[in-house]
């Protein structure tokens, strides 16, 4: 933004991570809320996955309140419908003004028949469900409290997976656990390239898939191919986390 600055080039905005999908790493928020503050470029905040953790470890988020748009996905992290996504505006009247003049976002003025007020529906698609229902709903009927709970032990639950596997000698962590996000893999007993441990680890996520049991996901961390669990389920319990270093094993001697 500096060299941008010199050249006479106004620096638009600032796109940060709280959570990476990957390993649910975040960003330094407030550092760099500093810096965009200081070029005055918009800053924004991709939480799609991670930024709800800071309802249950808001000293993780240092720095979120001072975002001018936030992203979230309520469907990764407050149990909702696959397609039910949310974006949060510090001020609202930013997005009628970027938009204003764009051809792809709808305004229609309605009169609401038993409020008798207008209501502005304002939305970049056209027809749409009413998702946004159930998550409201979800919000009443549970409360904050009860999702902070749930939240607080799908975080406790990926540390209780982090701690198994550094326990067992023919595993490895390939990441801190900062969120829900656990990236690991197998090593066996024997020293083997990671060419190697890449091929034998997708092959291992293959046959734990195939067995039914647990479901993992995976990640390329710096060229290393790795197994991925990511605990978003309210109902998961300890017995089910306590079960997937089993499984990863048992796919491994099936396949060696």
Not at 49 to 70: E, H, M, N, R, T
Not at 131 to 148: E, T
Not at 159 to 164: E, H, K, M, P, T
Not at 205 to 220: F, K, Q
Request: proline share 4%; net charge neutral; charged share 25%.
């Amino acid at each position: 933004m500096q060299r941008d600055k010199e050249l006479g080039i106004t620096p638009l905005a600032v796109v940060t991570t709280a959570g990476t999908v990957n390993t649910g790493a975040i960003d330094p928020l407030a550092r760099i809320a500093g810096i965009a503050a200081k070029y005055g470029a918009w800053l924004h905040v991709d939480g799609a996955y991670g930024a709800l953790g800071a309802i249950a470890a808001p000293q993780k988020f240092q720095g979120l309140a001072l975002a001018d748009s936030i992203s979230l996905d309520p469907h990764k992290w407050l149990y909702q419908p696959i397609d039910c996504g949310c974006l949060l505006y510090r001020e609202d009247g930013a997005a009628r003004r970027a938009f204003a003049n764009s051809g792809d976002y709808m305004r229609t003025l309605t009169d609401d028949p038993i409020e008798g007020y207008a209501v502005f529906e304002e939305s970049i698609e056209l027809s749409r469900r009413f998702r946004a229902l159930k998550l409201w709903f979800s919000l009443r009927y549970h409360g904050f409290s009860s999702l902070r709970k749930s939240i607080e032990k799908d975080l406790a639950h990926a540390l209780r997976l982090g701690d198994s596997i550094r326990r067992e000698p023919e595993m490895e962590l390939l990441a801190p656990i900062e969120l829900s996000a656990v990236c690991f893999r197998y090593v066996g007993k024997k020293d083997s390239s990671d060419v190697e441990l890449n091929r034998l680890n997708l092959d291992i996520l293959r046959r734990v898939i195939e067995r039914g049991h647990v479901y993992l996901s995976n990640a390329t961390l710096k060229s290393r191919f790795c197994l991925r669990a990511c605990i978003v389920n309210h109902r998961t319990t300890d017995s089910d986390i306590d079960s997937v270093p089993k499984e990863v094993l048992a796919a491994a001697r099936e396949i060696m």
